[in-house]
């Protein structure tokens, strides 16, 4: 059984930082690449940041040199340091799996149950 779950969400004021941490199971974490996604209310989902197995990196043009999405292989852990927040980065983030990298597209086969980052002035 594949299991994708995220944490590290929270309420944060702008300009603060929060670390997003997501593990997956079930499945051989190095041959999948692995994507961070966010949706707002009433927003379509839309791709952040993802990170194809040979560790292409792929970024949002709203997050380019803010956020930064790294893996640690040994520990089936994909990260996401996010910096420089504004309120508008406020959304229900999730983690993505699938043996096949479609970088920001959001048609991963695997989803994790999401983690809230609130941001505030």
């Known amino acids: 059984q594949v299991q994708v779950v995220e944490s590290g969400g929270g309420l944060v004021q702008a300009g603060g930082s929060l670390r997003l941490s997501c593990t997956a199971s079930?499945?051989?974490?190095?041959?999948?690449?692995m994507g961070w996604f966010r949706q707002a209310p009433g927003k379509e989902r839309e791709g952040v940041a993802s990170?194809?197995?040979?560790?292409?990196?792929y970024y949002a043009d709203s997050v380019k040199g803010r956020f930064t999405i790294s893996r640690d292989n040994a520990k089936n852990t994909l990260y996401l340091q996010m910096n420089s927040l504004k309120p508008e980065d406020t959304a229900m983030y999730y983690c993505?799996?699938?043996?096949?990298?479609?970088?920001?597209?959001?048609?991963?086969?695997?989803w994790g149950q999401g983690t809230q980052v609130t941001v505030s002035s």
């Open positions: 993505a799996a699938d043996h096949h990298y479609y970088g920001l597209d959001p048609i991963y086969n695997y």
């Open positions: 079930g499945l051989t974490f190095d041959d999948y690449a």
């Open positions: 990170i194809a197995s040979d560790v292409t990196t």
